[in-house]
């Protein structure tokens, strides 16, 4: 199907490309966690390093303390969620949360602490430095804290006997060319932290089974994890094989450590079941993979692991390779906004009325976050098109080529004929009708702008997708994937700007795409 394109791709013979002086701050965690799964709460000390990387001199540093935004109910989250009614369902019953206990030091001197100006940002705190942080130097900051969890309505929190620890651990705010990216924790709109390295002791009562961002370092539990998931992974009917703590009483002390992610999530559950396998990538980097489900009967998670693998490899092939050394997905309970919730290696999936082919779409699609906006670290909050739409336009492919299906419209709503296309031309009768579908807002608005979370989701993951096929229409599919590969090798562990996703494309297509990405401020459709 063919597209009225409305602008011009004009070859330029020379295209000029170069990060000149770019610069991140880095912060090294060593946190230790425990968790008490009577009373719900998460109780730590946090001992960070932060190099300021910056030209700039600091005399503060600002921190999100995000569990605060669950304390009441004149947070920014809350009211965020009281203004959208198709989320307003999700307070209909709840439980606070909050984090308590902090005592910051800086250096190993007790630090003088402000609150945000904004009274709805309680979950923001400026730490100030007793001397100032001149360019290439580092700090030592430290503070115990004590989250009390919410019920699980958002993204963090506990329910069905599981736990979600996101957003946990207090976290400084981005610092990059623009200054300080200080924002609080909402439900619609998501996240932007520096790169950095964790080394987490998270200590749970035994029975527990934990997934978390990076490796675990111990020993025995990562033996049993692997020997009852290679299990469950080669006999996938009749009942699973299941977990055997080392100590039926008592408590366990498990340590991870990852380099070089942007933040650290981990998932509880006493209930889990554990696939275990690896994947082998085309330059024949060797990943392991888990998955750990809930054990119930006619659960359609038994083949999830091979979903898991796919999407690796897929993603891999068509935007480059995938830098960790492991990836894991969870099944988490339901939740009033089924979907998914992605976090470095590891990843949380919410659907449980899924299907096949609607499960192994979601489990890519968040495994895919692992690429849009772990490993290309943005600016998920001003730049939702750049992790969402980016990841969706691949997504679909993914579905295409697999499923003849699409997230967007349902197995029920596309006619046989149009499954029994091929995956090309399957692909373009479905963007031949998302255009025709209103999508007013442009693709370049900020989330927390969003009218609705309806909204948020069509534009930042919808129109966006079709955005770049219409670019695909015109350049073709290797060409697109050699300049997301480019773009990927240039800004891999990096914070890029819409500018820095032009600039990588037009080097590799030899193109001036400036009409092109004007359409991302474009109310309407793209006709």
């Known amino acids: ?38 009373n719900k709460t998460v109780v730590g000390t946090e001992r960070l390093v932060y190099k300021n990387n910056s030209p700039s001199t600091l005399d503060f540093i600002w921190f999100h303390i995000w569990p605060n935004a669950y304390k009441n109910e004149s947070t920014a989250l809350f009211q965020q969620i009281k203004n959208d009614t198709s989320r307003v369902s999700k307070l209909e019953k709840y439980e606070f949360g909050s984090i308590t206990g902090l005592n910051f030091t800086v250096n190993g001197k007790k630090a003088t602490t402000e609150p945000h100006p904004n009274p709805q940002f309680i979950d923001i705190i400026k730490v100030k430095l007793a001397a100032p942080l001149k360019s290439g130097d580092s700090v030592a900051i430290a503070t115990d804290f004590n989250v009390k969890l919410p019920s699980y309505f958002s993204r963090s929190g506990y329910a069905e006997g599981e736990f979600m620890v996101t957003q946990w651990y207090p976290k400084p705010a981005v610092f990059d060319k623009t200054g300080w990216h200080e924002f609080p924790y909402l439900d619609m709109g998501e996240f932007y932290s520096d790169y950095s390295s964790f080394k987490v002791n998270i200590t749970v009562p035994s029975a527990y089974i934990v997934g978390a961002t990076g490796l675990l370092q111990t020993e025995y539990e990562l033996a049993q994890y692997k020997s009852t998931g290679t299990q469950n992974s080669k ?12 100590d039926k009483s008592g408590t366990k002390k498990l340590t991870y450590v990852m380099n070089n992610v942007p933040d650290f999530a981990w998932f509880a559950d006493k209930n889990f079941v554990v696939q275990y396998d690896t994947l082998k990538l085309a330059s024949g980097k060797v990943v392991e993979a888990f ?46 906004a089924s ?20 499960l192994d779409a979601v489990i890519a ?7 849009f906006m772990s490993m290309l670290g943005s600016n998920e909050r001003q730049h939702t098109w750049l992790d969402e739409g980016l990841n969706t336009f691949f ?15 349902g197995e029920a709503m596309i006619p046989a004929e149009i ?36 909204e948020y989701g069509l534009i930042s ?47 590799s297509l030899g193109l001036d795409l400036t009409k092109y990405f004007e359409l991302l401020n474009k109310k309407g459709q793209f006709k």
């Open 339 to 358: 979907g998914g919730m992605e976090y470095p290696t590891i990843t949380l999936i919410t659907s449980p009325d899924a299907k096949k082919e609607s």
């Open 365 to 371: 699609h968040e495994v895919g976050h692992n690429w």
């Open 291 to 336: 998955n750990y489900y809930h054990n119930k009967p006619g659960t359609i998670w038994n083949n999830s692991i091979d979903y898991t693998k796919d999407a690796v490899k897929k993603y891999s092939n068509w935007v480059g390779e995938y830098e960790y050394p492991v990836v894991q997905v969870v099944e988490g309970p339901k939740n009033n």
């Open 419 to 454: 499954k029994a296309l091929p995956a090309k031309d399957f692909l373009a009768s479905l963007y031949g009708a998302m255009i025709e579908i209103p999508m007013e807002s442009p693709i370049e608005t900020p989330s927390d702008k969003f009218k609705s979370s309806d």
């Open 1 to 38: 199907m063919k597209f009225k394109i409305f602008f011009m791709l004009i070859l330029v013979s020379n295209i000029t490309f170069a990060q000149e002086r770019y610069w991140q701050q880095h912060v090294s965690y060593e946190i230790d966690a425990t968790l008490n799964d009577k």
């Open 461 to 507: 993951y919808v129109k966006t997708a079709l955005w770049l096929y219409l670019l695909e229409s015109q350049v073709g599919t290797d060409k697109i994937n050699r300049a997301f590969k480019q773009y990927f090798e240039t800004w891999k562990n990096k914070h890029p700007q819409p500018e820095d996703l032009k600039a990588s494309f037009e080097k």
């Open 395 to 409: 997504e679909f492919r993914y579905e295409a080529e697999k499923y003849r299906t699409n997230s967007v419209f």
């Open 235 to 246: 006999n996938r009917t009749g009942k699973p094989v299941l977990y055997v703590p080392k």
